[in-house]
């Protein structure tokens, strides 16, 4: 689908209902913790060539959606799912959603743990071994792993239960314990002994290596695998400079940015098309 589609789609959403131009103003944006880096980095080329300011706020998507909703100011809302921009756009408060990215989850495991994508089933069900994963419902990187724990069940009866029951919900949640400034919190959890396998993004395979080389990705097998659809959306009411914002990270420069950091970038053109 083109890039001007899009533009279409958004502009007649938050854009429209747009009633002053606060071309001063920094563009507030709101974006998935799992978006951090690389939309960091998309804001940053954005203010470059624009001169127009960003604020961003990360976090889990349920978590922001839930504070959008009771009232925080809120102009671009890039979520890890495309179920919470959906649930704000049924409510009136924001424009349609456009799907602008695509992640995978993947299987970390701390040193001195080993799997494959054969046998990682049967080490998640290891109850020697402690399984990590994000919070459902605040963050659906727990809604992604737990939709891997139903998969689970046409391999192996009974083990959606055990899986849902032994899951440690680490991060992602309103208590979650950060990890410690500038340290990915799913290598943090793992290098500290608090799991010893967790299910998380493959995007973050990057940050970890780096933080935390010991630390080994496993690709969940084809009957396990789940993939991540992000949704972005601009709110009613925005400045124009939101939907400029909007339209940069749909682009094909913010595409690039999304690429680099491992998304799948579904605006980016085809090789040869």
Same mark, same amino acid.
């Given at each position: 689908?083109?890039?001007?589609?899009?533009?279409?789609?958004?502009?007649?959403?938050?854009?429209?209902?747009?009633?002053?131009?606060?071309?001063?103003?920094?563009?507030?944006?709101?974006?998935?913790?799992?978006?951090?880096?690389? !939309? $960091?980095?998309?804001?940053?080329?954005?203010? &470059?060539?624009? +001169? /127009?300011? =960003?604020?961003?706020?990360?976090? %889990? #998507? *349920?978590?922001?959606?839930?504070?959008?909703?009771?009232?925080?100011?809120?102009?671009?809302?890039?979520?890890?799912?495309?179920?919470?921009?959906?649930?704000?756009?049924?409510?009136?408060?924001?424009?349609?959603?456009?799907?602008?990215?695509?992640?995978?989850?993947?299987?970390?495991?701390?040193?001195?743990?080993?799997?494959?994508?054969?046998?990682?089933?049967?080490?998640?069900?290891?109850?020697?071994?402690?399984?990590?994963?994000?919070?459902?419902?605040?963050?659906?990187?727990?809604?992604?792993?737990?939709?891997?724990?139903?998969?689970?069940?046409?391999?192996?009866?009974?083990?959606?239960?055990?899986?849902?029951?032994?899951?440690?919900? !680490? $991060?992602?949640?309103?208590?979650?314990?950060? &990890?410690?400034? +500038? /340290?990915? =919190?799913?290598?943090?959890?793992? %290098? #500290? *002994?608090?799991?010893?396998?967790?299910?998380?993004?493959?995007?973050?395979?990057?940050?970890?290596?780096?933080?935390?080389?010991?630390?080994?990705?496993?690709?969940?097998?084809?009957?396990?695998?789940?993939?991540?659809?992000?949704?972005?959306?601009?709110?009613?009411?925005?400045?124009?400079?939101?939907?400029?914002?909007?339209?940069?990270?749909?682009?094909?420069?913010?595409?690039?940015?999304?690429?680099?950091?491992?998304?799948?970038?579904?605006?980016?053109?085809?090789?040869?098309?």
């Amino acid at each position: 689908m083109r890039y001007s589609f899009f533009a279409g789609l958004l502009l007649m959403g938050g854009l429209a209902a747009s009633s002053a131009v606060r071309a001063q103003e920094p563009v507030l944006l709101h974006a998935a913790g799992s978006l951090r880096a690389a !939309l $960091t980095e998309v804001t940053q080329a954005f203010t &470059a060539q624009s +001169g /127009l300011a =960003v604020k961003p706020a990360f976090g %889990a #998507s *349920g978590l922001l959606r839930e504070r959008i909703a009771k009232g925080e100011a809120a102009e671009v809302f890039a979520s890890a799912d495309l179920g919470n921009p959906r649930a704000l756009a049924k409510e009136g408060r924001s424009g349609p959603v456009v799907l602008f990215a695509r992640n995978e989850l993947c299987a970390f495991l701390r040193p001195g743990v080993t799997a494959t994508p054969e046998t990682l089933l049967e080490r998640m069900l290891d109850t020697g071994l402690k399984l990590g994963t994000s919070t459902p419902r605040a963050d659906p990187s727990g809604d992604y792993a737990f939709q891997v724990f139903a998969q689970a069940e046409a391999v192996k009866p009974g083990a959606r239960a055990a899986l849902e029951a032994k899951a440690l919900q !680490l $991060t992602g949640g309103p208590g979650s314990a950060p &990890a410690p400034d +500038g /340290l990915n =919190v799913y290598g943090h959890n793992l %290098a #500290s *002994g608090a799991a010893d396998i967790f299910l998380a993004y493959c995007t973050n395979a990057a940050p970890i290596a780096k933080e935390q080389p010991g630390i080994r990705l496993v690709r969940l097998p084809p009957e396990l695998a789940v993939g991540a659809e992000y949704g972005l959306t601009v709110m009613n009411g925005a400045s124009p400079n939101a939907g400029r914002l909007a339209m940069f990270i749909l682009a094909q420069e913010g595409q690039a940015i999304l690429a680099r950091h491992g998304f799948a970038a579904p605006t980016l053109p085809r090789e040869g098309g």
